[in-house]
């Protein structure tokens, strides 16, 4: 199989950013202040009263050494912020030649798509009642339309309509106006009786002719056609001939009246003002979009407060609807009216099962919004909150961005399951640190574990940042993470994805609950910098199961339906609701589908892809193959036991087994000699390769603030360099141990 990467996007490419002075969107600050200069001046000096900027002021320090009539450059900052940004703006107040739905090929799909099921629907709908209820109808009404017909033929032959003004001149006994009226009726009624014997001649000849002469085929169609004008005529006012075909809105073209009513319904109008229309109705995707500028006063916001109202107007759900504000103006809002509710439509598999690798330094799919584009996740530099009520998919969610994870072998995973539910057990393949429930078995302790994952991290973000500065600037440039430097495995500082669902079962735990919860608070807050994410998950997100000290810590928030706007405001943080994002209008049947704020410039919705317990499975058989492949299957994946709880003792013990004078000291001889001083404790450690042996040593002593550094050594007349410490800092993480101590 070829291998290949999920959703690569190319680099875009930058942008110039220049500022062009032959092009202002708005003229310069005109001198008017200026004394009189001459008429010639020298070259590079305005004349007094040209558009000029502003020279600095001679009392200002950073002004001296300017001489009078010296050319100055004018500062920057007197241009316009952006000639770039100006055109942008002109750029999308002018409308397209063509329409999106023209234009893009995906635009064009959806309209071809929409056109076929639209007039499918109808004419299979009148098709199906053709047969036993429309040719009934017909012949059922026929003789009453020959009967109205020809009533109506006769009345306009003998002018009945005039008959009421001859009997009010009778009853008046106005002799004059009634013998003008006879004579009026009298030669209408000569004119339209040979207007009608030639018609009825003409007709029966007609007749005739097409039933000697006309095939058989022509003949029952006419006859067909005569019968069904007949049918029609005799057809009751409140029962048609012809049934309206019940097709949802999805399937009625959407119109001007449509959308002024409903503006009217939901009160945005007024007598004196109604909305304006600054570009037609028409289709974009699966669904309308309507721009609308509302009355002068009304705003976005009052169309979003009046969403329910505007849905009912236009006759739909509320799901169906969506705004945009749009930042040409304060009053106008664009629609975006959905032909079905598209958040009850699955989004499908992800497409994590037809890819060998993903590259976690780069956006991968998460999902689609409303309306079916992809939405790329991304968690560099940042961490995740899940929060949702339980059986919404809020799991499956965190999950899939897990996943994404393993596909990357140069990822790290750290796993915890609160719940202990099966949902994670497969990831026990490829995480680094894994553990389910809270609950003690078989010897093994998954808050302990936790812990102790929590304090290793710490201590490795810590390391993170000092060993970051001190890289060359040839290796790391700008003193931050790089995918090469993730990548290499001698640096060892992978990106780190920390997942932890259902945290409120740890944070609630009554021993070790302000531990981990101050560990969590420090990691999300600090870790992202250096490439370690947390993502957290829970099903309580109030302030007693998952304080908000750790919730203010999440750049991003993802809400999926919860029960009441408070909590949607709790999980997206505050002001959420007022921007219009309210995760408890989701409905119980829009699973898997929340609200992501903080992971880009937009907030919008996303219904996350589905990858269930088999497509797990297999998404991580080949992520830990990847891993083998790659060299990168480390910790508990690959039966690495983590190190024992090392006790404050390892900082005395070490110092025991320093040379007298010796500054520095390489780790892996640290190791051999505290194997002799207390085999039975570092015995393991000693019998270890000399990399694994010197980390071992350098994640015992993270915790305290003890970090390692390369030590160079002549041997033989070749220089070695290894990792090692310094005694002065080990001096130093003593002396801090002894203060606590003494303080406790």
Known sequence: MTETTVFTPPDEPAGTGERTADVLPFPLKKDTTSPAAPETPAEGVVKPGEWEAELPDTDDPEAEGLTEGATVDPPREVYPPSVAEWMEAKDKARFAVLPDWVKLPDQRKAVRRWAVRHYSAVMGYHAVRLPCIYTPKVLWYSPRG??????????????????????????????AEYLKLSRQRNDRVRLRGIVAAIASLVGLAAALTLYVMAPSWMLLLAVATLTTTLGAVGAPADRPLIDLAKVTFRKRRLSSDIVIRAHEAARLTSKDQSIAFPRPIGRDGDGWRVVVDLPYGRTFEDALNAHARLASGMDIAPTQLFLDKDETSGRRVSYWIADRDPLAVPSGKSPLLGATRVDFWKPFPWGVDERGNPVMATLLWLSLLVGAVPRQGKTFSARTIALAAALDPYVRLYVFDGKASPDWRRFALVAHRIAFGIVPKNGFDP????????????????????????????????????????????????????????????????????EIL??????????????????????????????????????????????????????????????????????????????????????????????????????????????????TLTGDAAGEAPAPE????????????????????WSETIVDRLADLRPEAYGAWAELEPKPKAEALSNALKPFGVGTLQISRRIDGEQVNKRGIKREDLATAITQRNKKRDAG
């Open 146 to 175: 020959a009967w109205r017909w020809s009533a109506a033929i006769g009345r306009w032959v003998f002018d009945s309509e005039g008959k009421s003004l001859r009997l009010a001149a009778v009853a008046a006994e106005d002799a």
């Open 447 to 514: 808050v302990g574990h936790l812990l102790a994952s929590l304090r290793e991290l710490k201590a490795d973000v810590e390391d993170r940042y000092h060993r970051l500065s001190e890289l060359p600037l040839h290796v790391c440039p700008e003193g931050k993470l790089t995918p090469e430097i993730s990548r290499d495995k001698k640096l060892n500082m992978p990106l780190t994805l920390f997942v932890i669902d259902e945290v409120q079962e740890y944070l609630q735990h009554p021993e070790h609950g302000k």
């Open 518 to 631: 101050s560990l969590l608070v420090y990691l999300a807050r600090v870790a992202p910098a250096v490439g370690v994410s947390v993502m957290t998950s829970t099903q309580k997100p109030d302030d007693k199961a998952c304080p908000s000290e750790l919730r203010d810590q999440h750049q991003a928030r993802f809400a999926l339906r919860v029960g009441a706007y408070q909590v949607s405001d709790t999980i997206l943080g505050a002001g959420s609701y007022s921007e219009g994002l309210d995760a408890s209008k989701l409905l119980k049947s829009h699973k898997g589908v929340g609200l992501l704020k903080g992971m880009s410039d937009d907030s919008g919705i996303v219904r996350t892809y589905l990858a269930d317990g088999r497509d797990a499975e297999r998404i991580l058989t080949r992520a830990a193959a990847l891993r083998e492949a790659e060299g």
């Open 646 to 665: 090392v006790s404050a003792t390892i900082l005395d013990d070490v110092a025991q087994v320093l040379g007298k004078g010796e500054a520095k000291v």
